[in-house]
């Protein structure tokens, strides 16, 4: 087995190899699993990012840019230029609050619906195979895993 800790220059504890640290390996499996879905999405002319926001906003219509951002797991800078990106495209509309004019909420308009269930169907098929070449316990079992150290790092 592959020595996985060196000494880093200057430092009394071992580094970790860089290919077996945790940051790596989580990028690692992000980028596969994400090239099964990027070609799914560019056929769209849609970014990953984008269908995050489309799948959280079919989840729950109506969020306030902020919200919507931390769901997404995108920044706020981020997210405000893919609101207006999508908005621009007839995906998504924007109603201000009668509360505070400031204060806006996001829906999917009718053409970012029928794009959602376009992409829908495939984005099932996608995670079927992924489900089918990885197995399914290993697969919930990833899920628990990764949500405990989620939550093992929480403040």
Excluded at 45 to 71: K, Y
Excluded at 86 to 115: C, H, I
């Amino acid at each position: 087995m592959k020595d996985t800790k060196r000494q880093a220059v200057g430092q009394s504890l071992p580094l970790r190899d860089f290919d077996h640290s945790l940051p790596m390996a989580l990028l690692r499996a992000r980028e596969a699993v994400m090239r099964e879905f990027v070609p799914l999405l560019r056929h769209h002319q849609i970014s990953p990012e984008q269908w995050r926001v489309l799948r959280a906003l079919d989840l729950e219509d109506g969020l306030e840019l902020a919200e919507l951002s931390r769901r997404c797991y995108l920044l706020r800078p981020s997210m405000t230029r893919i609101a207006k990106n999508l908005e621009e495209r007839k995906m998504l509309t924007r109603k201000n609050s009668a509360v505070d004019q400031r204060k806006g909420k996001l829906f999917l308009t009718p053409s970012g619906r029928r794009l959602f269930s376009s992409i829908a169907p495939e984005s099932i098929q996608k995670y079927q195979n992924i489900t089918d070449n990885f197995g399914h316990k290993k697969l919930e079992l990833l899920y628990d895993l990764l949500d405990d150290l989620v939550n093992s790092l929480k403040d």
